[in-house]
């Protein structure tokens, strides 16, 4: 989908979480690459989306800034985002597609 006002591709898609010992695994290698990774997780009660401070960290509970429900994220699973710099938008799907090194 296009934002025709900015011409912006906007992606919506629903945020899909992994098991927390297959993310441990994912992130400690893009951390020992000297990339940053910040853990994101699903409220257990209200759903919102939230995403930890701190790079390179992964907790297995926390509490939601909304509703202070604490969400056990070892047992419901997270995801994370990936801070890649100096690199195209062309260069990082390359990279996702296996094409090409980080």
Known sequence: MTDKT??????????????????????????????????????????????METPNVLYKTASCDQCQTVTDIEKQGCNFMLEMHNKTLEQVYRVIAGKEDS
């Not at 945020?15 to 690459?33: G, M, N, S, T």
């Not at 853990?39 to 257990?44: E, G, N, R, T």
């Open 6 to 51: 900015n011409n912006v591709l906007v992606v919506q898609n629903k945020p899909k979480d992994h098991p927390f010992k297959v993310i441990v695994e994912v992130v400690r290698i893009h951390a020992l690459r000297g990339r940053l990774c910040y853990q994101k997780f699903s409220c257990s009660k209200c759903g919102q989306r939230l995403t």
